[in-house]
Structures are given as structure tokens and as C-alpha cells.
């Protein structure tokens, strides 16, 4: 197949490209998140149309809110662009969103059919984005993911080890809890959808994926400095535990994942298993 994707400097972008170039099975397009940034639907049409794709995977939303960018209502009408696009054109639009459209209060895993009930800015964008997608593309793919953690770019890894690494200390919250993302696992469960999907296999609608282990802010910080600690010092206080209301319930943004993994054979592995090579890979990068 072909595959145009939008968001290649992203983490997860950049990690979809370094995987399918590996495997070798589709022809890739690529656009920056710059380029992506159109301004009129024609812009939008002209790019889709021009890629003469078979499939669209678009990042650029879901790395945002994972970055902590202000997502745009710009942004939406740019998915909104694609949708239309797509629909015209009979091409999949396989567009990533997030965890965040959930508020994170039921008591258990939440399953595709849930209704995004997140209040904040973010969770509310994200679940609007979603819902354009599904109603101007048919051929629609909705993947939702943990946060995605990588050793470039803006995100849980950098976002952390920055501060830690400049003799600054980290006060993190232990009430959230989801199930974060390695952007190589997210490349490879995309890869693993667009292969099926390559078979002529029409699996339209939502789907979830996380991690097998769950964790908090503060657990996934505890994690990350024990495999940095061999090479960088820290301070005893470098990750501290925020106070919680007392009677606060705690929030849970777990995903269940069992829909696609009997849809397309797809096992969850556990984040835990991936950071020391990102904790390793992130301080080569700082070196050079």
C-alpha cells in the first residue's frame, strides 16, 4: 500500500517511519507537522490528493496533546479537511487520538464504546476531532493510545529527565493512572494494523491500546531515574511525591485492549521493558 503520513517529526512519527522503513512493506509519503499546517481546505484536498494514497496516518493531534502544545481549533478544521478528503478520494484515514478524551473516573478499564468524557480543553478537542473523523470518513480508523513516551521530542521521557538533569526535582502526581506507550510500540501496532488492512480487511470504527502495566506520573518518574542513574547523578529529592486532597479519588485512564487484540492478533508488552535503551539513547543524543 501507499501511506501518506502526516506528523513524521513527531515521536510516534518518527518512530512509524524508522519501523515501516525496516520492514519494507509500504511505500511511504511524508509531511512534517510545518507542512501539515494549511490553511484552507484546498491546501488540505491539494496534499491528499497529490499523495494518491491508499491510507492517511495522521500523528499531528495526538502528539500535541502528549507534548503539552495547545491543541488549535485550526487543528480540527484541518482534520475535518482530511476527513473530507478521504471520503472523496475512497482512501482510509487512520487518525491517532488519546487516552485524554476520558476523565479518568470510572473504576475500570475503558472500552471503545465509552463516551469521552474528559472536561478539560484537551479532552474535549481530542474528542471533538474524533467525532469528525467519524462522521466525514467512512473508511475510518481510530486508534487511541496511552501517552506516548520517547527518548526524542517533547514528551514524558524529556519532559522529565530535563529538569532531573539540571539538578532540578520533580513534584508528580500519584493519583492518575494510565498505561504509557513506547512510540516504537505505537509504530509497531500501527504497522501491524496497516498490514491487515493492506489484505482488504475493513475494520472501521475505535480502537484502544496501552501498555500491559500500568503507572502514575510519579511511578513512571521513579522508573525512569533508576535507569538514569547510571548516568547522570541526582539529588535524593530529584522525584517528589505530590500531596493529594485528602478523599480525593483517584483517577484511571487505563484502556481495554481486548477489541483489537481479537480483531487483529495484537498483544500489549509492558513499558517498563523499554526504558533503559530510551534512557540510554536519550543521554547519547544529549552528548552529541
Not at 484536498?45 to 499523495?51: G, M, T, Y
Request: glycine share 6%; hydrophobic share 35%; proline share 3%.
Amino acid at each position: 500500500m501507499r501511506v501518506l503520513i502526516l506528523g513524521t517529526d513527531t515521536p510516534l512519527g518518527h518512530a512509524l517511519v524508522a519501523t515501516q522503513e525496516y520492514l519494507g512493506r509500504h511505500e511511504l509519503v511524508t509531511m512534517s507537522i510545518s507542512a501539515c499546517r494549511w490553511k484552507s481546505e484546498r491546501q488540505a484536498k491539494k496534499s491528499v490528493v497529490r499523495a494518491k494514497c491508499d491510507v492517511v496516518v495522521d500523528v499531528r493531534v495526538e502528539s500535541a496533546g502528549d507534548s503539552g502544545n495547545q491543541i488549535q481549533e485550526l487543528d480540527l478544521k484541518r482534520c475535518h479537511w482530511i476527513a473530507k478528503a478521504c471520503q472523496r478520494s475512497g482512501t482510509t484515514y487512520f487518525y491517532v487520538s488519546s487516552s485524554r478524551v476520558f476523565s479518568g473516573q470510572l473504576d475500570r478499564p475503558y472500552v471503545e464504546d465509552d463516551t469521552p468524557d474528559n472536561e478539560e480543553t484537551v479532552g474535549q478537542l481530542l474528542a471533538t476531532a474524533e467525532q469528525l473523523v467519524r462522521d466525514h470518513c467512512q473508511h475510518h480508523f481510530i486508534l487511541r493510545l496511552g501517552p506516548v513516551f520517547s527518548y526524542e521530542g517533547n514528551n514524558l521521557i524529556t519532559q522529565m529527565l530535563g529538569p532531573m538533569r539540571d539538578g532540578g526535582s520533580l513534584i508528580l502526581d500519584n493519583n492518575l493512572r494510565g498505561c504509557p506507550v513506547a512510540a516504537a510500540d505505537g509504530a509497531r501496532v500501527i504497522s501491524a494494523v496497516l498490514d491487515q488492512l493492506g489484505t482488504g480487511l475493513e475494520p472501521w470504527g475505535s480502537y484502544h491500546y496501552g501498555s500491559t502495566d500500568t503507572a502514575t506520573y510519579y511511578e513512571f518518574a521513579e522508573a525512569l531515574l533508576a535507569s538514569a542513574s547510571q548516568f547522570s547523578e541526582f539529588s535524593a529529592s530529584a522525584v517528589q511525591l505530590e500531596a493529594q486532597p485528602e478523599g480525593q479519588a483517584p483517577l484511571n485512564r487505563v484502556l481495554d485492549c481486548s477489541k483489537i487484540r481479537n480483531t487483529f492478533a495484537i498483544k500489549q508488552i509492558p513499558w517498563r521493558s523499554t526504558i533503559a535503551d530510551l534512557v540510554k539513547q536519550y543521554y547519547e543524543q544529549q552528548e552529541n
